[in-house]
């Protein structure tokens, strides 16, 4: 089978151009709009998204040139696929979002919005400037988990030593948000606030928990990979997921409410109004955070829909590490720097249950291989569970309690010795092989979708959680 | 011949750690000094120096199986030489200068140090607290130059089309430098003011030349590349000149002078005195800026020392153009963002000269091979001039006339027809082919220090023009 690149219209191009430009110089064109940055956003996002759909299958050739490529284990063919190429995608995101600097923080753009508005309500001066550092460092660390997923990809660092790299990737944040002396204290839920009062400092713990949730971020979309599409669905996902999330907390000129009495909650929530400003209910601070938040969040999406057009099932281009290590890093920043981290990890729900579900095999209990995707075969095209095999001698006692325990729930499936009962062989622990071994065998494309569906009802669960339940354990004060 | 790796005493892990902490928890010691994040400078500098002469051999054979690996050209075995280890230098660099920024620029530090110091004289607040914004751009700078110059490592990418790297490189610089308006007037020398008045605003001109002094620094260094040690050589002797000369403009405890009258000049220039701060005479931002600078050479001239120890003939490790761009990138940031560029550009007289002389072969008028480094004698051991030859027929006119005036003036030497006249043969039109011509044929180690030699007695020059003559066409409003 010959696999040619997609196809590529330049009318895309010429079509998108005027408005990616139109949306960009947005802010200079009378009368200037309440939120001028966000409008040149959208547009070098609109680039972002005509750089990545075009530049990834151009430079392809250039990596498998470079040895940067890959056969695709799941298909019968051996062409070799370009592997890597989030770093085109990275490259692109991150230098788009250099460029916006000026537009995001210069001081004729905002000033000139900020008079325009002042008499008009709430008045946002569209980004202070002193959170250009925050702005700065962000993209800082985006960088080094940019260099960092390269050299992964280059030098195919053993995976033992690549948990702690999301670490180093968020010290530039870290850094700054000390210097700057960032907020390290978190509101407790009120069934504890006897115990522990309204507010509580965690001082040190603040800062373990910020390169934690990095590290998780970036690890959790890199565990559940191995499938054409996987790792950049999730990213999309996620990202549309913040990006809903964010404009809740915007000024829109329309009202409008969310049925919350729908899912059982007896208050109904107002947002908008004519810059009253969604559920920031008139905090200028939370306006900011979530602009800053979608101005990272924008650009992503649009590389990662230029991405996928390549990416998708069959696929012309791999990924590599450097884009689950990019956009890991770029919900983390965003998650801490707009502070709404627990929010950001509600919408990690696929991850998480993968990520536990994968413990016995991190961690030494059960024979992790090399590669945990599922078997391919290439006579009926469709994916089987993969199996890990007991091959050094019998499971020990707790890792055959905890395959038992997994078994029992349906999370794996156990083959046992017909006399002795040891377990010879299990399912791999990935939520992969958990769709296949519930669903039946399946294509590689309709697996793919099954994860989509997946992650996106995890999302639709976590605004329930959010905006629905939060309520009980939490008052009005949300961080 | 076996290769064998430079020995490493533990000896100096040791004694050297202990030193280096003490330094960085200096200002948390009473007394705190007056400027208590150059101590902490110091020690991450000697920490820099460590992490270099320890992992550039550790990380070499990781470089030579991801195939990052060269010949050494001018020697007679073929043992592959691990390439781009300039990567760990500047990865290393660039994570040190991260962990400095609380050091910098936390309030707790500096308040301290303010408080301690308001009576003894000059303020130094050591560092506002807005250039944070400035520090991180900058290391967004060196960032994006380390990716570039990896990637061009990896790639391989045509000079022609690697010029303009490094102002992609520059863009974070720019666009900081833009959002927070800065300074974009020169300071007109003497004999010209009488046209431009004193200061001249070059508005987006100025962006011009800072995006063209990158290049400038980068591209300069890179091209007078090609035998053992000159890559770092140069970059360690032009930053402990930019050293030198940052450390004239801080305050110091002892007054001293400059006998300028020996340079011909009739005013002799006093320094220091308690916390007069030498020639910033009381400026505060100049001291800022000249610590900026500082904190930015020492970490670099620590790694650069390091590497060296493995670079020097006969060499274990190649830097690779990342070193270069590295390097070159950081001289172009402190000179943009400590407003001294012209000065900086007197420390670049050997690679102005090179870069001059390379100019018929850069822009096409002499043919340029791939690579014009000496030519080697096996035999003798010794170097001699490389010839690039007119395969394609004779030269045009204005080729023969540019080389017949180059040969005049003694800087190639050339072959011609004995009947017809026409040019043959010339020595490729490089500041190494030119030493060896002039001192006639030598080994690489000895090459190496006439460069080393050259480059230092650039900079004692540079001195004397930037304190003795400049005098001349400058009153004392110097940028």
């Known amino acids: ?46 680039f972002a998204f005509l750089a990545s759909v075009f530049l990834v299958p151009a430079l392809g050739p250039a990596f498998v040139k470079a040895n940067l490529k890959g056969r695709d284990l799941l298909k019968t063919y051996h062409t070799p696929i370009p592997e890597s190429l989030g770093l085109v995608c990275a490259s692109i995101y991150i230098l788009l979002l250099i460029l916006f600097i000026p537009f995001a923080f210069s001081n004729p753009i905002s000033q000139q919005a900020y008079l325009k508005r002042s008499h008009e309500g709430l008045i946002i001066k569209e980004f202070p400037h002193y959170q250009l550092s925050v702005y700065l460092s962000s993209l800082l660390s985006l960088l080094i988990a940019t260099i960092l997923g390269f050299l992964d990809d280059v030098f195919d660092i053993r995976w033992r030593h690549k948990v702690p790299i999301p670490i180093i990737a968020s010290i530039p944040v870290l850094m700054v948000y000390y210097a700057e002396r960032g907020n390290t204290t978190i509101v407790v839920p009120l069934p504890f606030r006897f115990m522990f009062g309204t507010l509580v400092n965690l001082g040190p713990l603040y800062y373990v928990y910020m390169s934690l949730l990095s590290t998780f971020a970036t690890n959790s979309i890199n565990i559940l990979a191995g499938i054409n599409g996987s790792e950049v669905s999730q990213a999309l996902i996620i990202s549309v997921s913040v990006i809903i999330n964010d404009l809740l907390y915007l000024p829109w000129p329309v009202d409008f409410r969310i049925p919350l009495h729908l899912l059982g909650n007896n208050v109904e929530l107002g947002f908008g109004g004519v810059w009253s400003a969604g559920m920031s209910y008139g905090s200028r601070e939370l306006v ?27 696929a012309r281009v791999f990924p590599g590490d450097t884009l689950c290590y990019v956009t890991g890093m770029a919900f983390a920043v965003v998650g801490i720097q707009a502070h709404f981290s627990k929010t950001l990890l509600l919408f990690f729900i696929p991850q998480i249950f993968n990520f536990l579900l994968s413990c016995p095999q991190l ?48 999370l794996t499936e156990l083959t046992v010795h017909p006399n002795t009962g040891t377990i010879l062989e299990a399912n791999n622990l990935t939520i992969l092989n958990f769709f296949l071994l519930k669903l039946g065998p399946m294509n590689e494309k309709s697996l793919v979708k099954v994860l989509i569906l997946s992650q996106v009802a995890g999302s639709l669960f976590a605004f329930f959680v959010r905006y629905g339940l939060a309520g009980l354990v939490y008052d009005g004060d949300r961080r």
Chains 1, 2 share one sequence.
């Open 363 to 410: 961690f030494g209990l059960v024979p992790c291989p090399r590669h945990r995707v599922p078997r391919f075969d290439p006579n009926t095209n469709l994916l089987h569970p993969s199996k890990t095999m007991f091959e050094l001698g019998p499971p020990s006692k707790i890792s055959a309690l905890v395959l038992h325990t997994l078994s029992t729930l349906g």
């Open 1 to 46: 089978m010959a696999l040619t690149p997609r196809p590529l219209s330049p009318v895309l191009l010429f079509s998108l151009v005027p408005v990616a430009a139109w949306f960009i110089l947005r802010p200079f064109i009378e009368p200037v709009p309440s939120l001028p940055a966000l409008y040149s956003s959208i547009g070098f996002s609109i």
């Open 288 to 314: 900011e955070r979530h602009l800053f938040s979608l101005y990272f969040m924008l650009p992503l999406v649009a590389v990662c829909v230029g991405f996928m057009y390549h990416n998708w099932y069959p």
